[in-house]
């Protein structure tokens, strides 16, 4: 069936921008730092103000971007920010804040080469900051891997709906390959804003002083003064993390029907793998690929699912090692698992790729 969707070509980072718009996003707070900045930057040029009533606003700082987004949120508004990885850093307090509290949020991650500054080049380095919670305390954000700019600009609805389904902060963890790159886009359809009723039938724990005279305020402080109550709001926490876990594991597969070597990526780099496995395919080689969409919860269920026919594993990242651990412990160390990884900002070939996945599959041990 032909579809009928506006279709566009674009960036990344302005396919975020889009969306946001459509999706009925309230506000908007962030900074620029490349190679993220086109976001802010097209949300100046669209004016959603004028149109939606849409608040889009540059912070003086990535610190004053995510507590605008604990304002914001508490009010059961959709809001949103973005940034790359140094940026995204500064904002753990305000996550682990917004986390403890229950405020939904979506926070767009276009990472770059790191460590500290880094480099403008993609990087794939913040998953460990993503997944296991970078701030202080035990919590979880659920995190979304897009690989696409139509993944981009689909990603964008997707994470307000989690975010409001489990109270939660959301991230898109993109990368500057994908945030950078243009591709042919279809873009959400419109969507308006709620009406400050429709906040009110939806957010009924939100404090924005709607229908006060005939309920208690709302106030969200993550200051606990009593452990055991402290305890008891983190056990509430955890139940919630494990509905996630087992409602929420997204992936997809390519030519993983009778796999015995199997790549395992995210993002840009899985977009490597999956030409790997077509150029090991041709070659008689039984490749596959598991692409992670969710990097947490992590897409355990349909790992195992086609691990019965696998004889060893390839993850591939731009980082030093930082999925393989989610890997390892999905698969119960059952099979052997390898990395293969580039740093600092270089993207990995296809041609690299295949020559790290003939290693594995030749190697005898």
């Not at 452990?227 to 139940?239: D, P, Y």
């Amino acid at each position: 069936m032909e579809d009928k969707r506006e279709c566009y070509l674009m960036k990344g980072n302005e396919a975020i921008a889009h969306a946001a718009i459509r999706c009925g996003c309230d506000g908007y707070f962030g900074y620029p730092i490349t190679p993220q900045s086109e976001v802010l930057e097209t949300l100046s040029a669209l004016k959603p103000w004028e149109t939606t009533g849409m608040v889009v606003l540059q912070a003086e700082s990535e610190v004053a971007a995510i507590n605008m987004l604990y304002g914001g949120g508490a009010t059961g508004k959709r809001v949103m920010t973005s940034s790359s990885s140094p940026g995204v850093a500064l904002m753990q307090e305000g996550i682990s804040y917004m986390a403890a509290v229950e405020i939904p949020a979506v926070i767009v991650n276009v990472q770059r080469g790191g460590p500290g500054l880094g480099t403008i080049q993609p990087g794939q380095a913040d998953y460990l900051q993503a997944t296991v919670g970078g701030g202080n305390g035990d919590y979880n954000t659920l995190v979304l891997a897009p690989a696409s700019v139509q993944d981009m600009a689909d990603f964008v609805d997707l994470a307000f709906q989690l975010a409001f389904k489990y109270r939660n902060p959301t991230i898109i963890l993109s990368d500057g390959v994908i945030g950078q790159m243009m591709e042919q886009v279809f873009l959400p359809p419109v969507k308006p804003r709620r009406t400050e009723e429709q906040i009110w039938e939806e957010c009924p724990w939100a404090a924005n002083g709607h229908r006060l005279k005939q309920r208690k305020p709302n106030i969200f402080s993550s200051l606990e003064m009593e452990a055991v109550s402290m305890e008891q709001r983190n056990i509430k926490l955890q139940e919630k993390y494990e509905l996630m876990r087992q409602t929420e594991q997204r992936s997809s597969t390519f030519m993983c029907d009778d796999v015995e070597y199997l790549f395992v990526a995210f993002g840009s780099v899985s977009r490597c793998a999956e030409e790997a496995v077509t150029i090991l395919r041709q070659e008689g080689h039984k490749v596959g690929l598991l692409r992670a969409i969710t990097l947490w919860p992590y897409p355990e269920k349909e790992l195992n699912r086609i691990l019965p026919t696998i004889k060893k594993i390839l993850v591939c990242e731009m980082n030093s090692g930082q999925m393989i651990n989610d890997v390892k412990l999905a698969v119960n160390c059952q099979r052997p698992v390898y990395h293969f990884g580039r740093m600092g900002g270089v993207v990995p070939s296809p041609d690299e790729l295949v020559d790290a996945m003939k290693g594995i599959i030749f190697d005898k041990n």
